[in-house]
């Protein structure tokens, strides 16, 4: 994970800068989209729950979480107020919750993917511009975050977004009982997250995610 903290230790406060500035925009811009895609695809399936609450919105007012933007800063990993879904407006509630969940991560991917091409792009026409170097240092940090947030909303632990992906295909019966003990699980998961448990599975999944969508724009820039 990208310390702000061991640059600030180490002097090197460019990178705290830019560290900082990027984790501004996925607070500002990716965690909105995020939030969006929830409740645009739960609005395709035939919920309006988000859109009569006003949660269809870029405006990250109306997302952001204060302990989860803190995370973020912190950690690199947060979340924001989650979309309101009524899964009784699916035709089917635990494929519509499937879909709507993993709209997310889809989103944050998506934006990855974006940043990887915009890290790579400034890279190879930076002349060792630092202006260019930084703002390409800038999509790095964006695209590492934006698949951290992927990997870590996908993980099977209520309440984030890989358990409802899971209890899809859970019989109603372990379903129910998956979900019943939703906060209880949340607070496990809170200890794990502080405690650093969590660091090396959310790291070396991120760093899988990263190699995998960085092959084409490599190919094109590098040549390797």
Do not use: Q, W
């Given at each position: 994970m990208i310390s702000i903290f061991k640059y600030i230790m180490q002097g090197e406060y460019l990178a705290a800068i830019i560290a900082v500035l990027s984790r501004c925009f996925v607070v500002f811009?990716?965690?909105?989209?995020?939030?969006?895609?929830?409740?645009?695809?739960?609005y395709a399936l035939g919920d309006r729950t988000a859109k009569n609450q006003n949660r269809l919105s870029l405006n990250p007012f109306a997302h952001l979480n204060p302990i989860g933007t803190v995370m973020i800063f912190l950690f690199g990993i947060g979340y924001a107020n989650p979309v309101p879904i009524n899964p009784r407006n699916f035709k089917n509630q635990k494929s519509g919750m499937a879909l709507t969940a993993l709209a997310g991560p889809a989103a944050n991917l998506l934006m990855g993917f974006i940043s990887v091409w915009g890290y790579f792009i400034f890279a190879n026409f930076s002349n060792n511009s630092q202006i260019m170097l930084a703002v390409a240092t800038f999509f790095l940090y964006a695209a590492q975050i934006n698949v951290m947030l992927a990997v870590f909303?996908?993980?099977?632990?209520?309440?984030?977004?890989?358990?409802?992906?899971?209890?899809?295909?859970?019989?109603?019966?372990?379903?129910?009982?998956?979900?019943?003990?939703e906060r209880y699980i949340m607070i496990g998961l809170m200890v794990l997250l502080f405690t650093g448990v969590?660091?090396?599975?959310?790291?070396?999944?991120?760093?899988?995610?990263?190699?995998?969508?960085?092959?084409?724009?490599?190919?094109?820039?590098i040549g390797n």
């Open positions: 811009c990716c965690l909105p989209i995020h939030e969006l895609a929830h409740g645009l695809m739960a909303n996908l993980l099977p632990i209520p309440p984030l977004d890989g358990s409802k992906i899971v209890a899809a295909a859970l019989p109603d019966k372990i379903y129910y009982k998956y979900m019943m003990y969590l660091n090396t599975p959310i790291s070396y999944l991120t760093n899988l995610l990263m190699r995998f969508i960085t092959i084409i724009p490599r190919l094109i820039f």
